[in-house]
């Protein structure tokens, strides 16, 4: 059976894109910046008031617009951290989460509808992934929150649901599309894309010119217990994962992160963070920051968080060996912001 012929998606088109789609409609082209002035307002079509009436009828037919909604939204009571459950048009459900800073608001966004990467500890991978978010899917989450909260976001980190790096050409067009000085204007130095060692990715990412931050999720310190952890290291091995890394900041300049969640009994004891800051250090030529993070505990994975005290402890036996630890402080305690609990209740 032939395919269905997708739509174009006018949230995923570059400004110079949208020119040219509205000229093919036999437009003007000051059109095409009005829409896109109204697209990273989050509006709906119908709210684009400056456009004649037959030129939305027209997007309406012949187009997608691919804003999601918000089907559940959880307030923390501890610090006022909001996650979201949205909505895609298809029906598929992601996650966000808006989190406010001394600094400014950060958004986690979603990259994928579930996630195939298979990490021990997460709830997103448990059913596999679904399929990757177009460049307006992601988009719209930030879009989403902003109208939402009527605060600006200031900040983002593409550490939801799915690995961002399996998804690499529409996070790129996202990460263009809310830097775009005549959009959001998000400072790609204010965004962080995470992964859990996808090695030709990082090298692409390296090579793409955006100054993004690069988060790599470590959790182990040496190859056997990794490789139980997250099945991706049984491709790209820590050396060769810590070589790329090394090779992003010598071509981006920029300082990389290392997530760490403490799992009870794991990876979690004081030998583990010798070993951590000896491979840190033997591999890494360049500055980085570890993050400590208490696993969110999700019943299906039989893991059990470490505890606070003992990732102070863990943080400290880091520092004494020479490499920059912190324990990252946990937002929305009381309303499961972790990713991948929600939409795995969700879809329950």
């Not at 032939?2 to 739509?7: F, L």
């Not at 951290?81 to 600094?103: A, N, P, Q, W």
């Not at 696993?295 to 990732?311: F, I, K, M, P, Y």
């Not at 946990?330 to 879809?347: M, W």
Request: glycine share 8%; hydrophobic share 35%; proline share 3%.
């Amino acid at each position: 059976m032939e395919e269905k012929k997708r739509k174009p998606d006018i949230m995923s088109m570059y400004p110079d894109e949208l020119r040219k789609f509205i000229e093919d409609m036999g437009e003007k082209k000051f059109r095409a910046d009005q829409l896109f002035s109204w697209i990273s307002k989050g509006a709906s079509i119908d709210e684009m008031s400056n456009l004649p009436k037959s030129l939305r009828d027209m997007l309406k037919a012949e187009t997608e617009y691919r804003m999601p909604k918000v089907a559940e939204k959880h307030v923390s009571g501890i610090d006022g951290t909001i996650k979201y459950l949205m909505e895609l048009t298809d029906g598929e459900c992601i996650e966000s989460v808006f989190m406010r800073y001394e600094h400014g608001n950060t958004l986690c966004v979603s990259s994928q509808a579930g996630c195939a990467m298979g990490c021990r500890f997460c709830a997103s991978t448990l059913k596999g992934r679904v399929r990757n978010l177009t460049a307006s899917e992601i988009l719209g989450q930030v879009l989403c929150a902003q109208r939402d909260t009527g605060e600006r976001v200031d900040g983002i980190v593409m550490m939801g649901i799915g690995e961002p790096l399996d998804n690499y050409d529409n996070v790129i067009r996202f990460l263009k599309l809310v830097s775009d000085p005549a959009g959001l204007c998000i400072g790609l130095r204010h965004i962080s894309v995470s992964t859990c060692g996808i090695v030709p990715g990082i090298n692409a990412l390296a090579e793409s010119g955006l100054p993004v931050t690069l988060s790599v999720s470590l959790h182990a310190s040496d190859d056997t217990a990794r490789s139980e952890l997250m099945p991706v290291n049984r491709k790209w091995c820590i050396a060769e994962l810590l070589s790329a890394c090394n090779g992003y900041f010598e071509k981006t300049g920029r300082r990389i992160s290392f997530e760490y969640t403490l799992i009870a009994g794991r990876n979690d004891g004081e030998n583990d963070a010798v070993k951590l800051a000896g491979v840190i250090k033997k591999y890494m030529k360049c500055p980085v920051h570890v993050n400590l993070i208490l696993l969110n505990e999700v019943r299906e994975t039989g893991l059990a968080s470490s505890g606070r005290n003992n990732a102070k402890k863990f943080a400290e036996v880091l520092g004494s060996c020479g490499v920059n630890a912190t324990v990252r402080r946990r937002l929305g305690s009381d309303i499961d912001a972790s990713c991948g609990q929600l939409r795995l209740r969700h879809n329950k």
